[in-house]
């Protein structure tokens, strides 16, 4: 399942998560309903929280990664983040409260 994540991205930065809420709901009932599959686990992996922290959304970044954390879906969650943005301060600095706050 691919997703345009425009939508979701402009939704993160006024940090309405209604969007995601309603993704997280129907990713679970496709893998739920999906014959196919032996599992339903899922492999979820998104960048908005990426684009979010590049762009100095730090704050809903750190929404964002908390809301996806509490993750109710049977898998895995990725979100990958350049190293080279992480060395770098501010992005170092609010990377790091946002990997504390979803400990």
């Given at each position: 399942?691919?997703?345009?994540?425009?939508?979701?991205?402009?939704?993160a930065m006024?940090?309405?998560?209604?969007?995601?809420?309603?993704?997280k709901a129907?990713?679970?009932?496709?893998?739920?309903?999906?014959?196919?599959?032996?599992?339903?686990?899922?492999?979820?992996?998104a960048d908005?929280?990426?684009?979010?922290?590049?762009?100095?959304?730090?704050?809903?970044?750190?929404?964002?990664?908390?809301?996806?954390?509490?993750?109710?879906?049977?898998?895995?969650?990725?979100?990958?983040?350049?190293?080279?943005?992480?060395?770098?301060?501010?992005?170092?600095?609010?990377?790091?409260?946002?990997?504390?706050?979803?400990?």
């Amino acid at each position: 399942m691919l997703v345009n994540r425009a939508d979701f991205y402009v939704n993160a930065m006024t940090e309405n998560l209604d969007a995601f809420d309603n993704l997280k709901a129907e990713i679970i009932e496709k893998a739920k309903n999906d014959d196919k599959r032996n599992d339903k686990h899922v492999l979820l992996t998104a960048d908005c929280a990426t684009s979010l922290l590049k762009n100095k959304y730090f704050e809903q970044c750190i929404n964002l990664e908390n809301g996806w954390h509490e993750k109710p879906f049977a898998g895995s969650y990725l979100c990958p983040y350049p190293n080279e943005l992480l060395k770098q301060y501010p992005y170092n600095y609010y990377y790091l409260s946002c990997f504390i706050a979803t400990i």
